[in-house]
C-alpha cells in the first residue's frame, strides 16, 4: 500500500515565494526535501508535512467526494 501525506511546498519565483498543498507519496514528504511535482515546473521545498498518512484508496474516495461537491465541475 502506497502512504500519500498532505504536505505544504514553496518555491522562490521572481515575483516573490510561492505556497502550494498537495497531497504526495510518502518518499516526497520529508520536510526540508526538494521534489518534483506532477503538472508543476522546477523543484520545490517541502516546509511541512501533515503527520499523518493516508492509503491511495482513502485519497482516491477523498477527491471524488471533493469533486462532487464542486458545482464547477462536470462529471
Not at 30 to 43: Q, R, T
Request: hydrophobic share 30%; charged share 30%.
Amino acid at each position: 500500500m502506497t502512504e500519500y501525506f498532505q504536505c505544504r511546498f514553496e518555491q522562490e519565483q521572481p515575483e516573490g515565494k510561492k505556497i502550494l498543498v498537495a497531497w504526495v507519496e510518502k518518499r516526497g514528504s520529508k520536510v526540508g526535501s526538494l521534489v518534483e511535482l506532477k503538472g508543476e515546473d522546477g523543484l520545490w521545498l517541502v516546509i511541512s508535512n501533515g503527520g499523518s498518512g493516508q492509503s491511495d484508496e482513502w485519497l482516491r474516495t477523498k477527491q471524488g467526494i471533493d469533486r462532487r461537491s464542486l458545482k464547477s465541475i462536470v462529471h
